[in-house]
């Protein structure tokens, strides 16, 4: 099973931009539908972007669909989440998760994913 090590996270103001990465520790993303989740205190944990590595098919978030882009680098075996335009209500401790899903409806399940990264926090202020 690959193990997800997420970097990337920080503090940024209001409209502004961080980008999110994903490496693939002991295995590699071929097989697998690598997304990313956020968790904001006192809150459940939300859908925000995944990535179908074997096709490139993208599913988003309603929240951040138009601001955010996942995206792959075959080579390096990484993903990334680029956020642009940032609010105060994305901030959040972020978690890269990948799984081998037997179906492609259940990207926007936390449940459905058994492997994850150790999350990065991203901080927005106003």
């Known amino acids: 099973q690959v193990q997800p090590v997420e970097s990337g996270g920080g503090l940024v103001q209001a409209g502004g931009s961080l980008r999110l990465s994903c490496a693939a520790s002991g295995g590699t993303f071929g097989s697998y539908y690598v997304g990313w989740f956020r968790q904001a205190p006192g809150k459940e944990r939300e859908f925000v972007s995944t990535l179908r590595w074997s096709t490139g098919a993208t599913y988003y978030g309603d929240r951040v669909k138009g601001r955010f882009t996942i995206s792959r680098d075959n080579a390096k075996n990484m993903v990334y989440l680029q956020m642009n335009s940032l609010k105060p209500e994305d901030t959040a401790v972020y978690y890269c998760?990948?799984?081998?899903?037997?179906?492609?409806?259940?990207?926007?399940?936390?449940?459905?994913?058994?492997?994850w990264g150790q999350g990065t926090q991203v901080t927005v202020s106003s």
């Open positions: 998760a990948a799984e081998r899903l037997a179906l492609s409806c259940g990207v926007y399940d936390s449940y459905e994913y058994n492997n």
